[in-house]
């Protein structure tokens, strides 16, 4: 199993907008890097779901329910989505600042390549947010 994070503006597309849906396709992203993520994700990997803009927190979990698929609103290029299944918010939400100050998530992507929408995370850093979260 593989650990993700993905990111939102919370007036795009809320956690509490993907929760009444319950499923999504994780559509719109332009990044090859960020698409090279999309293509390695797979069923069953868990999810980080990140609000960007000025909440800029960790809020939520999701899960991968179907592996990278032609993103449908790509009018062209090589571009993927995949399918997240909604989980619950996190108890409380582990904002930017706590992340960067937190020595043990230093290199965390989230911290190291802040303007990429989709990044793995380490075990080890899944875990400490788990943790920050309680």
């Known amino acids: 199993m593989s650990y993700w994070l993905v990111k939102q503006e919370p007036e795009s ?24 993520n999309l293509k390695e ?13 000025d909440e800029r927190a960790v809020v939520g979990y999701a899960s991968v329910t179907k592996e990278s698929f032609p ?12 399918e997240l299944e909604a ?3 996190l108890k409380n ?4 600042a706590a992340i960067k100050a937190n020595p043990k998530l230093a290199e965390m992507k989230l911290v190291k ?15 400490e947010i788990v943790a920050m979260s309680k």
């Open 13 to 36: 597309y809320s956690f509490s907008d993907f929760q009444k849906e319950g499923k999504t396709d994780w559509t719109g992203v332009r990044n090859y890097t960020a698409r090279n």
């Open 41 to 53: 994700m797979k069923v069953g990997d868990k999810v980080f779901y990140y609000h960007s803009g």
């Open 71 to 82: 993103d449908p609103t790509a009018a062209e290029g090589p571009w993927v989505a995949v």
């Open 87 to 89: 989980g619950k918010p």
């Open 93 to 96: 939400p582990v904002t930017l």
């Open 113 to 127: 390549l802040s303007r990429l929408s989709v990044t793995p995370v380490a075990k080890s850093e899944w875990d």
